[in-house]
């Protein structure tokens, strides 16, 4: 130490301890709230899906039974487009008054009474046009008829009770 110099007297302070110092690039800790954004945005994800999948599961729904219902509208037409098809036919059988004991190509189409036999838009059973001629049995000398075809929707307004292997309703017409 040095006399003559009055600062050489004072003790030197203590060093200063080093703050402690956050790394440059790292991420504050995540907060509560962050959390809870997060969490918001997963219920919000969910959410939506679910609504999507109802939405889809719903539209599909609603597809086949507008589906159902158009193949219904096919059949009753077509039950119609048949029996004018008999309706021809009829005149031109002997005393004027018989209808065929089957429908068949040879019965429909090569008469010229249709262009070609329709068929049930599924054509699978139970969805198939059915025709029996009147009186029950009959072969050549039919006086009448019943068509029918077996509709998908109940809740047809023209509908019948279910018969023969149909289970929802029947569309049908008779003479």
Excluded: H
């Amino acid at each position: 130490m040095d006399e003559n110099n009055p600062l050489s007297n004072i003790q030197p302070s203590q060093p200063a301890q080093a703050e402690s110092a956050t790394p440059i690039n790292s991420q504050p800790p995540k907060t509560k709230k962050a959390t809870f954004g997060l969490i918001k945005k997963i219920i919000i994800i969910l959410i939506l899906l679910l609504v999507i999948a109802a939405a889809v599961i719903f539209g599909q729904r609603y597809y086949k039974a507008w589906q159902a219902k158009q193949r219904d509208s096919q059949r009753k037409a077509d039950i119609q487009d048949l029996q004018k098809a008999l309706e021809s036919i009829r005149p031109r059988t002997q005393d004027q008054k018989y209808y065929p004991g089957d429908i068949t190509e040879s019965t429909m189409v090569k008469t010229g009474a249709m262009s070609k036999l329709p068929k049930d838009p599924l054509n699978k059973p139970p969805y198939i046009y059915l025709y029996q001629g009147r009186p029950i049995g009959c072969t050549a000398t039919c006086t009448g008829y019943i068509l029918f075809a077996c509709l998908e929707n109940a809740k047809d307004p023209q509908g019948q009770a279910p018969k023969a292997t149909c289970q929802t309703k029947i569309y049908e017409v008779s003479k």
